[in-house]
């Protein structure tokens, strides 16, 4: 029988989402009501009063998270986020070179060309050359459930970094942060501290020559930016 002979059909007569937010309410009640200059000033003075307006990227507070559209978009705020800290003199920072490798014969690994590098790049979670300084947010890209290991944290979870790998030494730490924290400045502090060393990415499929594909680097992202579509249901500061 159809599932849909089961349940009854019910028109909503009011918006659920974000019924606490009553600006919002009002800004999506009135775009989908057609719009007229008198509505479009009303929906602008709204954005106004909950909104900042910047004329660069470079008049933004740097601990504040840039949400865009696109994933395009998200990256050129990160360059931008990021070319900033490399030419500021107060910021003590490194960088960290990728290493990667595709399936040869015999099941071995070597090294691989710059297009696999570009197909990793697109894809891969963890940046080819990753910029690292004392007091950057980062976000973990693995699960470590493993209490023996260290802290426990989720893929995901931000940390911000507190010391950076030095001659002889390659691992970074970090202290993690709580959901909905973006700097160590917020409310209730830095938690458990987190050793990270370089590791290799879950081997994938790569386009050239059906090969896999894997990346050795510390398993870490930026977290200066992202897009619309990546921050529903996360729980963010206001």
Not at 54 to 71: A, G, I, M, Q
Not at 74 to 82: G, M, V
Not at 93 to 98: N, R, Y
Not at 113 to 139: C, H, I, Q, W, Y
Request: overall charge positive; charged content about 30%.
């Amino acid at each position: 029988c159809h599932v849909f002979m089961h349940f009854d059909v019910i028109a909503l007569t009011h918006l659920v989402r974000s019924c606490e937010d009553a600006d919002l309410q009002e800004v999506i009640t009135t775009l989908r009501g057609g719009l007229s200059t008198e509505k479009i000033d009303r929906v602008c003075q709204l954005v106004a009063q909950r909104c900042r307006f910047v004329r660069t990227w470079e008049d933004v507070d740097p601990n504040v998270l840039r949400v865009v559209s696109k994933r395009n978009a998200e990256k050129d705020a990160t360059n931008k986020w990021l070319e900033k800290k490399k030419k500021d003199p107060a910021v003590r920072g490194t960088s960290s070179k990728a290493q990667d490798e595709v399936e040869g014969s015999a099941e071995q690994w070597e090294q691989a060309g710059p297009e696999v590098t570009r197909k990793l790049n697109r894809d891969s979670l963890e940046p080819e050359e990753m910029f690292l300084f004392v007091g950057s947010a980062m976000r973990l890209t693995y699960n470590q459930t493993n209490a023996s290991n260290g802290a426990r944290f989720s893929q995901g979870q931000v940390m911000i970094i507190t010391e950076l790998p030095s001659e002889g030494n390659e691992t970074v730490k970090g202290r993690l942060l709580r959901p909905g924290q973006r700097s160590s400045g917020g409310d209730g502090g830095l938690g458990e501290e987190v050793t990270l060393r370089k590791r290799f990415t879950n081997p994938r499929v790569v386009a050239v020559g059906n090969r896999k594909a894997r990346r050795y680097q510390y398993p870490l992202r930026y977290y200066a930016a992202s897009t619309i579509h990546k921050t529903i249901g996360e729980t963010l500061p206001e």
